[in-house]
Structure formats: C-alpha cells, structure tokens
C-alpha cells in the first residue's frame, strides 16, 4: 500500500511530466524585458507573432535613433503624474505639494503638459497592473515624470538663529522618464526645511525641467518625423498580417 509521502510525490511527478509533455511541439521565446532575460513557451505561429513583434519594436526605435530631432525651441510634452507623498507629511501639506509643483510647469514656453484628467485615467487604469509589476502607466508624451515626497528628520542651518539644529526636512525625489531612449532617463532629488515647502518645490521643479530641456530633450525626434516612421511601422505591421492571413 502507498504510504501519503509516495502519493505525493507520485502526483508530482506526474504533473511535470504532463507539463514537460505538454512542451513538445511549443517554442522556446527569450525576451529581454527591463535588463532581465524572460523566457516563455507557445505555439509557433504565436512565437513567430512574437519575434516579429519585437522586431518591429528593434525597427522602430533605430529609426527613432537615426530620425531628424526637435529644435531647442520646439514643444516637449510632458505627462506629469500626482506625486506620490509619504502618510508621515500632514493632511494639509499633501493637498498642497502637488498643486504647487504642477504650477511651476504650466507657463514654461518649451514644455507642453498634458491634461491632468488623462494623467490620473492613466494612472487609475494600470495601478493593479503597476501594483504587479515594474511597469509605468503610458500617456501619449514624450516624457513621464513620476514624483515622490517624503519627510526625515536631519540637521540643518537656521538663518533666524544662526545656529544648527535638528529639523524636519522635505524629501523630493522624482523619475523623469523618456518615452524614447531609456537610457536618457534620469533620477532627480531636492532636500530642503518643510517649513520652506514652497521654495524646495520650486527647486524640485527647475531641476526637473533642466533634465528634460537639456538631457532628455536634446534625443526627441521632431514631430514630423515621428509620425511618419509611426506610419511607416504601422503598414509594415499591417502588410505582415495580410501575408499571415494568405497563407492560412
């Protein structure tokens, strides 16, 4: 008689075995997804769908990186979502943080930000797939910024006592993301006394929108040319399909 180990053990054995058969006839895909290899199985024609896809992507972005780009003068647009603030920072100030960092973009004459209603749908509607995975919520733009506040406890100067002292710092810390070229991404910091909010605000904002003017925007392709490698990907894609479809 078989003891509960054994038929444990059989179960398992059994299951990978169905799994392992299960493979036979299925392809092997490797991806590379956020600097990690990702390997996955399916069945050909899925595979081939796949591989052309992610040639598709290669294509697109090589011809991003050969494309005309954006004169200096030339609108960059920004999609900039609600800061994430820390429970330590008090009710009032969290109303406040956003609303005022927001301000300090919307007369900028080069960047374009995109309407806050379509940022926060964006947001809502991958948070659970966000909550899962690395992944950040697209909005048609050319670059993201993803901000947080937090609050520390630390040593600072005080200009009314002319001494140091313990205060209570405000802690910006932001993502500025290219839609492009992630390696033209870059990561932005600004510390400062909570009682100088409004100041250390200002400051998280202007280096922010240096990165994007000056590191960022530099690699944007022109519009034109965007849209026409946009459609030239498109019909390609497309042409692919029908020859997919014939051959059925």
């Known amino acids: ?34 600097g990690k290899k990702v390997t996955t199985y399916s069945d050909p024609e899925t595979a081939k769908r796949v591989e052309e896809e992610e040639k598709q992507r290669a294509a697109y972005s090589e011809e991003l990186r050969k494309a005309e ?43 374009r930000l995109v309407d806050q209603k379509v940022v926060n749908k964006a947001a809502k509607q991958t948070s659970r797939q966000r909550s899962m995975s690395k992944e950040k919520p697209e909005v048609a733009a050319d670059v993201s910024v993803f901000s947080y506040a937090n609050v ?31 390696e033209d991404s870059c990561q932005v910091e600004e510390t400062g006394n909570i009682f100088n909010n409004v100041e250390v605000t200002k400051k998280f904002a202007d280096k922010i929108k240096d990165a994007i003017k000056n590191k960022i925007g530099p690699n944007i392709p022109s519009a034109a ?24």
């Not at 509960?4 to 991806?31: D, N």
């Not at 003068?73 to 406040?96: C, G, H, Q, S, Y």
């Not at 849209?227 to 014939?246: A, T």
């Open 69 to 111: 780009k954006r004169k200096p003068t030339d609108p960059i647009i920004v999609a900039l979502f609600e800061t994430d603030v820390a429970k330590k920072l008090k009710e009032n100030t969290k109303e406040r943080l956003f609303p005022q960092f927001r301000k300090e973009f919307e007369n900028d004459p080069i960047i």
């Open 152 to 182: 520390k406890e630390t040593v600072g100067y005080s200009k009314k006592t002319k001494k140091t002292g313990k205060m209570i710092a405000l802690v910006y810390t932001a993502t500025v993301a290219s839609h492009y070229f992630s």
């Open 1 to 34: 008689m078989l003891n509960k180990k054994k038929i444990v053990f059989l179960g398992l054995f059994a299951l990978t075995f169905a799994i392992l058969s299960g493979c036979g006839g299925m392809v092997k895909t490797t991806r590379v997804v956020d």
């Open 225 to 248: 040319a965007k849209q026409e490698i946009e459609e030239k990907q498109k019909s390609q894609f497309l042409d692919w399909l029908k020859s997919l479809k014939k051959k059925e």
